[in-house]
């Protein structure tokens, strides 16, 4: 087995050590992006049934959030048991403000359709919100394992959850400033109307 595996069984491993509360926040927030990749991946699946045409760049929202899903599923075990002293302190307002700003993009983004472009402009403040303040956490988290507080595979995850988001949300941008191509066949799809 090689160090990089023996690394990442070891701090998976710590999900063992959850307790109730680790469990809770644990499953609501890996499975509140769990839900935003069945629903983005499910809407472009019933448009495309349905004769939809979508860019590719449409079907980055799915993929990003699938990589941004994966990386924090892993993250979160080491911020919920070794790192979770650390965290409570301003790395943690960090993260709820970075939470609140992306969710909140990704609600504005879906308001901007299809003539509500307003929702746009506070969407597009959000978006640029959440990866400033994700640029802040990672020199926190670059801090912690320069001083030998933090592991490598925490930073990898960091790696993996920037990818994701950052493709999550370049594509659901191209996406909008196409003009949301195919989305109004996907809604009339679902009984919607566009």
Not at 100 to 105: D, E, T
Not at 110 to 135: D, G
Request: charged share 10%.
């Amino acid at each position: 087995m090689s160090a990089a595996v023996a690394a990442v069984r070891v701090y998976v491993g710590r999900i063992r050590q959850f307790q109730r509360l680790d469990w809770a926040v644990y499953l609501a927030w890996v499975g509140s992006m769990l839900l935003l990749v069945a629903l983005s991946a499910s809407f472009l699946a019933v448009g495309r049934a349905a004769g939809a045409v979508f860019p590719p760049e449409a079907y980055l929202v799915p993929i990003g959030a699938v990589v941004f899903t994966a990386a924090i599923a892993v993250d979160t075990i080491g911020h919920r048991t070794v790192y979770k002293e650390v965290l409570r302190g301003g790395e943690a307002l960090v993260h709820h403000i970075i939470i609140l700003a992306a969710a909140g993009s990704c609600i504005l983004l879906c308001a901007a359709y299809p003539r509500h472009a307003i929702a746009a402009v506070p969407a597009a403040v959000l978006t640029v919100i959440s990866f400033v303040y994700s640029l802040a956490d990672e020199i926190l988290h670059w801090r912690r394992y320069l001083s030998r507080q933090s592991d490598v595979v925490e930073m990898w995850s960091h790696v993996f959850i920037l990818i994701g988001h950052g493709t999550m949300m370049a594509g659901w941008w191209r996406f909008y400033w196409l003009g949301y191509p195919g989305v109004p066949a996907a809604l009339r799809a679902l009984g919607v109307a566009a």
